[in-house]
């Protein structure tokens, strides 16, 4: 998602003079420090790395062993074979009358060593389990004898009732790919972006660095990949992330829209209520592991380590470099209201606030009458600032502000009550959407917070939204809980019919803390450019939504194609017809199969999909034709996505060779060029993790229709998809308005007319064209989205105040 401009501007990071200090130290001392890191990890969180570590087993079992060699002890056998016996000649000799207790401190020290050997034996045998991805290479649909196999055994050594971080100890480690593989994928990748000239001069750096420089860059990867958790996590948390000068809004940030076509109460503090206790709610199933980890075909699991960011987090700036600051716990949040500042407490006598209460608090603010203080209501758009100017600016506000300062940073996360409304509306369905999904990228630069993991967003008419900070984990994880949150404080939460929350207020909680800013007079001016900065910046995004319900997942299903790699060459063919050419493409793939993973790139623009391009823009070509080629560019976005998901893919490992490159200081022209290349045409899929907790089939509204980011390229398009339900795809599309190049709303057209071309080469998709050309296409243009739910939304929707 926003990972990809992070991406392109990481590599001045590095170069700049703070970085390169920092960057002289030996890379052996970095890799020992990698492993030292994961090792603190692992201390810290010892605890639940024994409740966790002996799963699939459980202490109870334990229990279980001792006891039934207690009773073969009774009953005169030796299941220790006389180990026992050695185990008591070398336990201390306290007299007769404790030879009994003898016995017992053998048994114990024996069932405990058996014990630890079988959740060993367990451990390495899942581990081994897990590090095949047969699976993945298979064709869709399809199971083959070894893949069934492996089910099975996983079944087997899996256990029952797994906690959130039950799998972490069994994960296998991220493998380095061949370098000579990652050249190869690489040189293919840019063949067709790359004129014969350019691509010869490429092939001749890429020979050149595999045979001075890649097999020493290689030994040191292969060297942290033995040593540390992930041999390049950590490097690209810290390099593309923390050292990243640039503002963090539309850079590092992306968004998380509410339901689309209902809105379940338009009172703002009632929404917040229920929003917040469902958030805490979450919090307090992840704090006790009960939230189920991710399982890929019911089976796989998926690394869990990102999800311990979620809350009580703030990526606090630095001159040089930025770090995440993570709480155990905070019982507050921190609220932005008409240019004021509130720490509002989440508990009382150590139980969380009902929904109702925590309404009474928001409403208490909503009613306060005090203005804000001077500079006081643009404060936060330092912020938004580039991160060195806001680091030494936040040295002087910790001084004199240091208490008020902490309330913001120490909070569970930050809640701004927006006094506008937001969403789609009947009026002009197509402005409204593009302005709710620029509130929530960028709002008015200065009412969020943009330094916590995430912002949730209420707006004056009862509607929700998400803003999220890059940095600490990637979208799914901010996806399930934002899942959660949405079925929880509709569904199981719910409101009374006055569109308040149940239950009764409470009169003996006191009033909502106003923090107090203390700003000296050398902060005004640093607020007054920020300010000016962030609304240049915001104000520059073009950001267009736009739900398309033709046709969905069930058509792509039938087809018998991957939803993603349909919707991924459709894309290939809209931005070809928008710009005229191939560019670069970003698509965003987890890596969370493998210990502390975290994403990688599909590079999605493949001679197969220009081969399809070309082909559909030439009027020679038949149907039949097309279609044969679109089946192949399909296969082969498959393919490298699966790769990309078993860890051999090419951007990650380049980054890492990189870094080290740097370390050493060698100069890798083939490197340097890599990293200097333009993504102009970003993209992301939205997944839906958690299907079972909607009812799409009688509440078909009550989905989340995703999120947003911005775009990766000056010149460039940033562009995520939802798929809700089983019949409507949910498209999000940024770019720059300073750019002539782009046009957000003329690519969401070019979108539109892409995916109904394509499945017109499919039987069963021919009425869909047919359909929307006799609509008036010139007049009702992305209308077919907006409109074909509106009947359905006030049959559905429980309180709907959009429609």
Not at 48 to 67: E, Q, Y
Not at 91 to 97: I, R
Not at 301 to 310: D, F, G, H, M, T
Not at 684 to 689: G, K, T
């Amino acid at each position: 998602m926003a990972e990809a401009h992070q991406a392109v501007g990481f590599r001045p990071s590095l170069t700049s003079d703070g970085a390169e200090v920092e960057l002289s130290a030996p890379v052996l001392q970095e890799i020992y420090l990698s492993g030292l890191r994961s090792w603190k990890r692992h201390l810290s969180r010892f605890w639940n790395d024994f409740l966790t570590g002996v799963f699939p087993a459980s202490p109870l079992s334990w229990l279980f062993l001792f006891s039934a060699i207690q009773l073969a002890w009774f009953l005169q056998l030796d299941p220790s074979l006389g180990l026992m016996e050695k185990i008591k000649e070398l336990l201390p000799d306290w007299g007769g009358q404790h030879h009994g207790l003898q016995g017992v401190l053998a048994a114990a020290l024996f069932a405990s060593c058996l014990w630890g050997a079988l959740i060993f034996t367990l451990h390495v045998a899942l581990r081994l389990l897990l590090s095949y991805h047969g699976w993945l290479l298979e064709p869709h649909g399809a199971m083959s004898s070894p893949t069934k196999t492996w089910l099975a055994l996983v079944r087997i050594f899996s256990g029952r009732h797994p906690m959130l971080f039950s799998y972490q100890r069994s994960l296998p480690r991220q493998p380095v790919p061949s370098v000579q593989d990652t050249v190869r994928k690489y040189l293919e990748s840019v063949r067709p972006v790359l004129s014969d000239e350019d691509f010869d001069w490429t092939a001749v750096l890429a020979q050149e660095f595999l045979r001075l420089q890649a097999s020493l860059l290689q030994w040191y990867l292969r060297l942290k990949s033995w040593w540390a958790s992930n041999y390049v996590s950590d490097w690209w948390e810290e390099f593309v992330y923390l050292r990243s000068r640039n503002p963090l809004m539309v850079n590092s940030n992306y968004y998380m829209m509410d339901f689309l076509y209902v809105t379940p109460t338009p009172l703002q503090a009632a929404r917040a209520g229920n929003a917040v206790h469902a958030l805490l709610l979450y919090r307090h199933r992840l704090n006790r592991q009960e939230i189920t980890p991710t399982l890929l075909m019911g089976m796989r699991p998926l690394c869990s380590a990102q999800y311990e960011k979620i809350f009580n987090t703030t990526r606090i700036p630095g001159v040089r470099k930025d770090y995440i600051r993570h709480l155990h716990d905070s019982q507050h949040v921190a609220v932005f209201h008409r240019g004021r500042f509130f720490r509002v407490g989440t508990h009382s006598r150590n139980s969380l606030l009902s929904p109702r209460a925590l309404e009474q608090q928001f409403q208490r603010i909503l009613d306060d009458p005090s203005p804000a203080c001077p500079h006081e209501e643009h404060l936060a758009a330092l912020t938004a600032a580039p991160r060195g100017t806001w680091a030494q600016v936040r040295m002087s506000l910790k001084t004199q502000a240091a208490e008020a300062l902490e309330a913001v940073e120490g909070a569970a996360f930050f809640v701004s009550l927006d006094a506008e409304p937001a969403g789609l509306t009947r009026e002009d369905p197509a402005a409204s959407l593009d302005a709710y999904a620029h509130a929530l990228l960028a709002g008015r630069g200065h009412d969020r917070w943009f330094d916590k993991s995430f912002t949730l967003i209420v707006f004056s008419n009862g509607k929700l939204g998400l803003s999220v900070e890059h940095s600490w984990a990637d979208c799914p994880i901010s996806g399930h809980m934002w899942e959660f949150t949405l079925a929880t404080e509709c569904f199981q939460l719910g409101y009374s019919t006055d569109g308040h929350c149940k239950g009764h207020p409470d009169p003996t909680l006191p009033q909502p803390q106003r923090l107090q800013w203390d700003l000296p007079d050398q902060i005004h001016s640093s607020i007054s450019l920020a300010l000016r900065g962030a609304k240049i910046l915001s104000e520059n995004v073009d950001c267009h939504v736009f739900p398309f319900s033709l046709f969905g997942k069930s058509f792509i299903r039938r087809c018998h194609l991957s939803s993603d790699s349909f919707i991924q060459i459709a894309l290939q063919l809209a931005h070809f017809r928008d710009r005229g050419q191939f560019c670069l493409t970003y698509e965003s793939a987890m890596t969370r199969l493998f210990l502390e993973g975290r994403t990688e790139t599909v590079r999605s623009c493949t001679r197969e999909a220009c081969n399809f391009v070309r082909a559909m823009e030439d009027k020679e070509k038949t149907d039949p034709q097309c279609l044969t080629l679109f089946r192949v560019a399909v296969d082969k976005h498959q393919a490298l996505l699966k790769a990309a998901m078993s860890g051999q893919g090419v951007d990650r490992h380049l980054f890492a060779l990189y870094v080290v490159s740097r370390f050493l200081h060698l100069q890798s022209p083939f490197l340097t060029q890599v990293h200097s290349e333009q993504w102009q045409l970003s993209t992301s899929q939205i997944p839906v993790q958690q299907m079972h907790l909607f009812d799409v089939h009688n509440y078909p509204d009550y989905v989340s229709s995703g999120g947003g980011f911005g775009p990766a390229d000056d010149h460039g398009y940033g562009v995520s998809y939802i798929f809700m339900g089983d019949d409507m795809i949910t498209f999000h599309i940024s770019s720059k308005k300073s750019s002539t190049k782009t046009d957000s709303h003329r690519l969401g057209q070019h979108i539109e007319d892409a995916l109904l071309d394509v499945a017109s080469l499919f039987q069963a998709g021919q009425h869909f064209k047919r359909r929307f050309r006799g609509s008036g296409k010139e007049d009702s243009r992305h209308r077919c989205g907006f409109l074909s739910r509106q009947t359905g939304a006030s049959k559905t929707s429980m309180t709907s105040t959009d429609f």
